[in-house]
């Protein structure tokens, strides 16, 4: 059977392209997406991307993935990273590999931004390189998922 990745995108990432551009570029998701699912192709792998503002929509899809036929998630939070912790509580809950990933470098960022709740509970995180933050992701994940038993810097 392919292996299948779930990206999963946070709140206000549908409104890329035209929010604050110079921080998170100018591709909007529909671009990302498109991306982010040649790369996974040519490593042979499908990719479904799913973008949400509802944080319980987030939760069913993490909770959901594993019987939906995924073997990893790449997830980008968004502003969810710095409080939610029904979402950590989440990535914790699942067996799947999560991969937390940021366009922007949120540690050279606002203050707040600098601690994510979900990272703890994530196999890594990878931040502040646009639309390459995705793709490493899916890398990232590919490796989890070639390696179960590599040491981890996270839980998953």
Not at 12 to 38: F, H, M, W
Not at 97 to 115: D, G, K, Q, T, Y
Request: hydrophobic share 40%.
């Amino acid at each position: 059977m392919k292996r299948a990745i779930l990206v999963l995108h946070g709140p206000n990432l549908n409104l890329l392209g035209s929010r604050e551009p110079e921080v998170y570029g100018r591709l909007t998701l529909a671009q990302v997406d498109r991306e982010i699912k040649r790369y996974g192709q040519a490593r042979g792998v499908r990719v479904e991307c799913l973008q949400s503002n509802h944080e319980g929509e987030l939760i069913e899809a993490l909770q959901t993935a594993s019987r939906k036929g995924f073997s990893a998630i790449v997830f980008n939070p968004g502003a969810f990273t710095h409080y939610s912790i029904a979402l950590r509580d989440a990535v914790s809950a699942i067996s799947l590999p999560v991969i937390e990933v940021h366009l922007s470098n949120v540690h050279a960022r606002e203050e707040f931004r600098r601690h994510s709740v979900i990272a703890p509970a994530a196999r890594g995180q990878i931040s502040g390189f646009g639309l390459r933050s995705y793709l490493l992701g899916i890398d990232a994940a590919l490796g989890a998922l070639g390696s179960h038993r590599e040491s981890r810097g996270g839980r998953r």
